[in-house]
T-cell receptor, first 114, second 108 residues
């Protein structure tokens, strides 16, 4: 148990559906992250929030929409996804953004787009 | 652009057979190098942070070392429960960049 929880753990959705992924951290950290992990590819950073403000958006398609209502919660809203978006989506948190603080990861949401 | 390359891509060892995993990197202004362990279907688990060349850290059968161009994760007398994918990541002036990982299998 790392102190970072994610729900749901598994999600199957059609290309026209709208769904949301939820992440919660119980570590008192100030930065939260969304990563995409596809088979045989390095983790891809999608979004970074520091003190509830978005500080990075790495050319992610607009069908992915993040939301950070407070420093403990992070959402990833999904709509009109493509089959190539099927992957493991990981949430992480760290003490602060931009420094050499280790990131703690949640268990991930396995997303399948049909 | 910051880059991380891990080798080998996969490694199979017998229980008790020591070996090393390599992480080569190029980064603008290294702030830290991280090692993670990831089990199938789970998120990465933090192992070590190294900050400067010459630094070493140990935890049970694992020892991480750092030079100006690469890091090694040495595994001494591994057990089957050490089987996992090991990820290396570097924090430069911008974002944390991950390597593609080394998938380690320890056969009993």
């Amino acid at each position: 148990e790392t102190g970072v929880t994610q729900t749901p753990r598994h999600l199957v959705m059609g290309m026209t559906n709208k769904k949301s992924l939820k992440c919660e951290q119980h570590l008192g950290h100030n930065a939260m992250y969304w990563y995409k992990q596809s088979a045989k590819k390095p983790l891809e950073l999608m979004f970074v929030y520091s003190l509830e403000e978005r500080v990075e958006n790495n050319s992610v398609p607009s069908r992915f929409s993040p939301e950070c209502p407070n420093s403990s919660h992070l959402f990833l809203h999904l709509h009109t996804l493509q089959p190539e978006d099927s992957a493991l989506y990981l949430c992480a948190s760290s003490q602060d953004y931009g420094r050499a603080h280790e990131q703690y990861f949640g268990p991930g949401t396995r997303l399948t787009v049909t | 652009e910051d880059q991380v390359t891990q080798s080998p891509e996969a490694l199979r060892l017998q229980e008790g057979e020591s070996s090393s995993l390599n992480c080569s990197y190029t980064v603008s202004g290294l702030r830290g190098l991280f090692w993670y362990r990831q089990d199938p279907g789970k998120g990465p688990e933090f192992l070590f942070t190294l900050y400067s060349a010459g630094e070493e850290k140990e935890k049970e059968r694992l020892k991480a070392t750092l030079t100006k161009k690469e890091s090694f994760l040495h595994i001494t007398a591994p057990k089957p429960e050490d089987s996992a994918t090991y990820l290396c990541a570097v924090q430069g002036l911008e974002k944390l960049v991950f390597g593609q990982g080394t998938r380690l299998t320890i056969n009993p």
